[in-house]
């Protein structure tokens, strides 16, 4: 990454890990200072972390009650098969390129310097949110077991720790994130496993396929109810791009990426898709608390409810724990994720310099306070007033994961002009990506298709249109900060012949 140093990282390298540790061996990164210290089992818990959290343990529900478990399966298909086709760019490129800033560097070197400062701080933004998002539900979570406590106490506490895990050191938050995420993927697995066997009859009478024949089912609503819950699968699978930003402080990237890619996105699909089939042979999509289950009432997830049926003691206590888990799992990357964007951001001159001040064991601190400070800011906007303010603030991040996987498709699409005009030889990446091109333009037209679809719902029951217009906010933001930037610095957009290949 080019950075206002008196000497450019690409012209020499620099020295990022201090001694030696062993099992390295890498060439030093792009990023002046950083330390690669995330493995292989860091960078498969951290995407697997990031796409499994309460999207799966409380969502889930609401998708079958809404599309029928027909319809609610198509529609994770289909979004997994899109994730799949966007990890496969970004796979490609961070192999090639592990970076930092990720898909915001790839922006700026390979489609416009105004493009990459948008993307970059449209998802610095996205997960800055987020925290203050995983705060309010970690209240939320512990009122279930203190319900006198008040909610400020336990999402203080609870920011401490994220912040704490994070200004320790890079491998502290892999070794926190691969055990948050082995404790989900543990009830997940556990879950399949209980579901199958009362599925097949192991575990008292087999339910057989009524549950997918009764009423509307399996497809409620035809494809019209596959249409709308396929935001909620996407919302659900966001995070599986956290990979790409941890890129610039993995061991070996070259082959750790594609390791990554290769194995998590199909364990993702695995638990996902599972979970669906099993909630919906078990449970009717008529049943009223699959479309009331949240993190305020934990006692109805679907999770709850079948480990109920299966005879687990303390079941509700039980996934709570594990809920609250996901939780500080999806702050703690949060954290993690917006904090390298914004020291990205910064080296690239995008923000403020001092953003790139590092501690001595290699954490962008400046950038780590004020993305918390940030996360703060947006909590407490929830305790003020009404809380329209912080439902603002979630609204206009809403669509952020949506423009940011569209943005990485359309990076790729670029980086491979590039790669053509330059005349590079594909043999030499280090990963490359399936169906390429037809893959990118897929990913980019679905991206595409399910942020203008999320109108759909809303506009077909009768909502004003003002409040289906505040749903897409983010989309301006988006665009605002992107032809903003332009307009400012004149930047021109990037000839594929000149674009920035460059490797350290």
């Known amino acids: 990454m080019s950075t206002a140093h008196?000497?450019?990282?690409?012209?020499?390298?620099?020295?990022?890990h201090g001694p030696e540790e062993p099992g390295a061996g890498q060439a030093p990164a792009p990023d002046q200072g950083l330390r690669r210290s995330l493995r292989t089992r860091h960078l498969n818990m951290i995407a697997i972390g990031g796409a499994i959290g309460t999207g799966l343990f409380v969502a889930s529900g609401a998708t079958i009650s809404q599309a029928g478990p027909g319809g609610a399966l198509a529609a994770y298909c289909l979004v997994g098969l899109m994730v799949w086709l966007i990890m496969q760019s970004l796979g490609e490129m961070a192999a090639y390129l592990p970076v930092a800033g990720s898909f915001g560097e790839y922006g700026t070197r390979f489609v416009s310097p105004s493009f990459g400062f948008a993307i970059g701080w449209n998802y610095w933004f996205n997960w800055a949110i987020t925290v203050a998002a995983e705060l309010v539900a970690a209240a939320l979570v512990m009122k279930y077991w203190f319900p006198e406590v008040p909610a400020i106490v336990w999402s203080g506490l609870f920011l401490l720790v994220l912040f704490s895990i994070n200004v320790l050191s890079t491998r502290a938050y892999g070794e926190s994130e691969f055990w948050f995420a082995a404790i989900k993927v543990t009830a997940v697995i556990v879950f399949l496993a209980l579901g199958v066997a009362m599925i097949t009859g192991v575990i008292g009478q087999a339910p057989g396929t009524v549950n997918w024949t009764r009423g509307e089912a399996p497809f409620v609503g035809g494809g019209t109810g596959v249409l709308i819950v396929l935001l909620l699968a996407g919302y659900s699978f966001q995070g599986t791009e956290l990979i790409g930003t941890a890129a610039g402080e993995a061991e070996n990237p070259e082959t750790t990426i594609p390791r990554a890619v290769r194995t998590i996105f199909w364990r993702i699909l695995l638990f996902y898709v599972g979970a669906i089939a099993v909630i919906g042979f078990l449970i009717p999509y008529t049943d009223?608390?699959?479309?009331?289950?949240?993190?305020?009432?934990?006692?109805?997830?679907?999770?709850?409810?079948?480990?109920d049926k299966a005879g687990v003691l303390a079941a509700a206590s039980i996934m709570n724990a594990v809920i609250l888990t996901s939780v500080l799992s999806a702050g703690t990357s949060g954290l993690y994720s917006s904090t390298r964007m914004l020291f990205a951001l910064a080296e690239r001159g995008h923000a403020p310099r001092f953003l790139t001040r590092?501690?001595?064991?290699?954490?962008?601190?400046?950038?780590?306070?004020?993305?918390?400070?940030?996360?703060?800011a947006g909590f407490l906007t929830s305790l003020v007033g009404d809380g329209r303010a912080y439902e603002l603030l979630l609204t206009v991040s809403a669509l952020a994961g949506f423009i940011t996987w569209a943005g990485i498709s359309w990076c790729h699409w670029r980086f491979r002009?590039?790669?053509?005009?330059q005349g590079r030889d594909l043999s030499t990446l280090p990963y490359r990506a399936r169906f390429f091109p037809a893959g990118a333009v897929v990913a980019l037209v679905a991206c595409t298709a399910i942020i203008v679809g999320q109108a759909y719902d809303p506009l077909a029951s009768g909502a004003p249109v003002g409040e289906v217009l505040m749903s897409y906010v983010g989309v301006p933001f988006f665009f605002a900060l992107w032809w903003g930037?332009?307009?400012?610095?004149?930047?021109?957009?990037?000839?594929?012949?000149?674009?920035?290949?460059?490797?350290?």
Not at 288 to 304: G, R
Not at 365 to 371: D, G, Q, R, S, Y
Not at 417 to 421: H, I, V, Y
């Open 485 to 504: 930037h332009k307009l400012v610095t004149r930047a021109p957009g990037v000839d594929p012949a000149t674009a920035d290949l460059g490797r350290s």
């Open 358 to 376: 590092l501690s001595r064991h290699q954490v962008p601190m400046n950038a780590l306070v004020a993305t918390t400070l940030v996360g703060l």
């Open 417 to 421: 002009a590039a790669l053509r005009a």
């Open 288 to 307: 009223p608390n699959l479309l009331n289950s949240s993190e305020e009432n934990v006692s109805i997830s679907p999770f709850t409810l079948i480990f």
């Open 6 to 16: 008196p000497h450019d990282p690409h012209d020499a390298p620099v020295d990022l």
